[in-house]
Structure formats: structure tokens, C-alpha cells
């Protein structure tokens, strides 16, 4: 009984102020708690506090644990081993799960990227047929309007073909040119457009549409990793940027020895006429 205002049944909060029944005061000590206060730990030890239920912190919840602080409590007894062992594996797997999927993401973004790189040069050739048909419509001619049309709506079509591929299939690119992916029917009808178009007026075709001329060649026109180391490693920082951990290693830090000078430091020698050196 130190004070007055504490008795056997009651007791004042230190910090709320408020006086209490006893109990309220009453805490049960962790298996640390208890070894730290020299206690064997195999026993629940309760003691008493200064400060009241209502204002004790609350003790941190098994989920809300680092992995390093689970290991502590197994060390401890506070929390069975095992218990602590799954859930640090089980974090640790979930964690990998997540890097992994977002790895993954990270490669679809930059396959869609080199996709419509291609799929661009193929909107930029779709433009230009569109030119020359208003163009040829204009200038009064029939045939070549005609040819364009069809030939436009080949490619307008192939271009979705393409488009929901790359979308849905989610791989990188099979070729390095947008024309080794045309189909052969493609190709067949418009060929046969092209037939369905007078000699003299085939004739006076100065620029064939590529199509025409086109020849597959699977092998010789396979997709290649970009060689350009520039814009190797902007992808390369985009990838970083999206995901440190995919970062390289940094190099290990490399430790020099250097001999210190002798200590204390020896002092050159005092002149013996020092007297006369100090003006003295
Ligand atoms: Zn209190």
C-alpha cells in the first residue's frame, strides 16, 4: 500500500486517471514476458499493472506480424512453432504468386507494345490506300477505286484478326513484318480483285499495293528481340520502374585495407634551441 488511493480492491490509472476495480488492472504475461521476469514459462503468470484495461495497447494480432516477429514469438514459446512456420510460408508464397503475376503483366504490356509497333506500320499503309482512293475517285477512274476498296477491307479485316490475337492470346510477335501475318485467303481475294480489274487500267497502276507483290517468307522474316541496345534498355527501365525486384543485383561492396599511421603520431623531435625557434 504505497498511497492512499490504492487499496486492495481498487486501483487509479496512470494514464486515464480513473480509479478502477483491481482486476481491471490485471494482465497475463507472455511466455518472454515471464522468462524475462524469472519465471520458468511454462506457466501463465498474470500480474498487475499501472495502467487500466481500456488504455493497455492491444497486442499485436498473429496477421499483423512481420515474419521476423513470428520467429521471435516460436523462438519464445508465445506462439507454437509450427503455427508460425505456416504462416510464414504461407506469406512468403503469396508473395511470390503476386511477383510472379506481376512479372507476367509486366511481359504482356511490352509484348502488346512491340505488337502495335508492326500493327501501326499496317495502319500507316491502310491510310495511305485510303488516300489513293479518294484520290482515284476524284480523278474520275472506275476500276481503281474499286480494287482499293476491296483491298482495304481485306486488310481492315485482318487487322482485327490480328488485334484480337495479340489481345487474347497475349504472346510476342511471330514476325517482323505486318505482311507475313496476312492470311492466304487474304491474299487470294485480293489477287482476284486485282483480275477483276482491265489490263489498261492495271497498266497505269504506277505504285502496287504491297499485297500484290508481297512474297511470304516465314523463316527469313521470324520476330527478333530488338537488337538496339537504346531501346533494350528503355525496356529494360520500364521493367524496373514497374517492378524493382527485377532489378539486377547490386555489385558487393568491395573493402579496401589501408595500414593506419602509428599511433600516437610520432613528433618530430624537439630542436634544442628551442628557446630561439619560440622567439623566446
Ligand atoms: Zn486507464
Redesign the pocket.
Known amino acids: 500500500m504505497e498511497e492512499e488511493y490504492q487499496s486492495k480492491l481498487i486501483r487509479t ?6 480509479t ?1 476495480p483491481l482486476k481491471e488492472f490485471r494482465y497475463k504475461l507472455t511466455r518472454a514476458q515471464a522468462k524475462q521476469q524469472g519465471y520458468a514459462g511454462n506457466v501463465l503468470v498474470t500480474a498487475e499493472g499501472k ?5 493497455r495497447p492491444a497486442r499485436k494480432k498473429l496477421r499483423d506480424m512481420t515474419n521476423k516477429e513470428l520467429m521471435h514469438k516460436a523462438a519464445s514459446g508465445d506462439v507454437p512453432a509450427l503455427v508460425a512456420k505456416s504462416r510464414i510460408e504461407k506469406r512468403k508464397a503469396e508473395t511470390n504468386l503476386l511477383r510472379k503475376a506481376g512479372r507476367v503483366a509486366r511481359w504482356h504490356e511490352l509484348w502488346a507494345m512491340e505488337w502495335e509497333a508492326q500493327l501501326r506500320e499496317m495502319r500507316t499503309h491502310m491510310r495511305k490506300i485510303s488516300q489513293r482512293k479518294s484520290l482515284s475517285t476524284k480523278l474520275g477512274r472506275k476500276a481503281l477505286p474499286a480494287f482499293l476498296t476491296a483491298y482495304g477491307k481485306e486488310l481492315r479485316r485482318e487487322l482485327a484478326r490480328l488485334t484480337l490475337h495479340y489481345k487474347t492470346q497475349r504472346c510476342r510477335p511471330t514476325y517482323s513484318r505486318w505482311e507475313e501475318y496476312i492470311s492466304l485467303e487474304a491474299r487470294e481475294r485480293i489477287k482476284d480483285a486485282w483480275q477483276l480489274m482491265p489490263m489498261d487500267e492495271r497498266v497505269r497502276v504506277r505504285e502496287i499495293p504491297v499485297m500484290l507483290t508481297y512474297r511470304p517468307d516465314p523463316e527469313a522474316n521470324k520476330y527478333q528481340r530488338p537488337k538496339n541496345t537504346a531501346a533494350l534498355e528503355a525496356r529494360k527501365k520500364l521493367l524496373i520502374a514497374n517492378d524493382p525486384s527485377m532489378a539486377p543485383p547490386k555489385p558487393k561492396r568491395t573493402y579496401e585495407t589501408r595500414t593506419l599511421p602509428p599511433y600516437p603520431p610520432e613528433l618530430p623531435p624537439v630542436p634544442d634551441d628551442i628557446e630561439k625557434w619560440l622567439g623566446l
Open positions: 490509472c496512470t494514464k486515464c486517471k480513473e478502477k495502467v487500466c484495461v481500456s488504455c
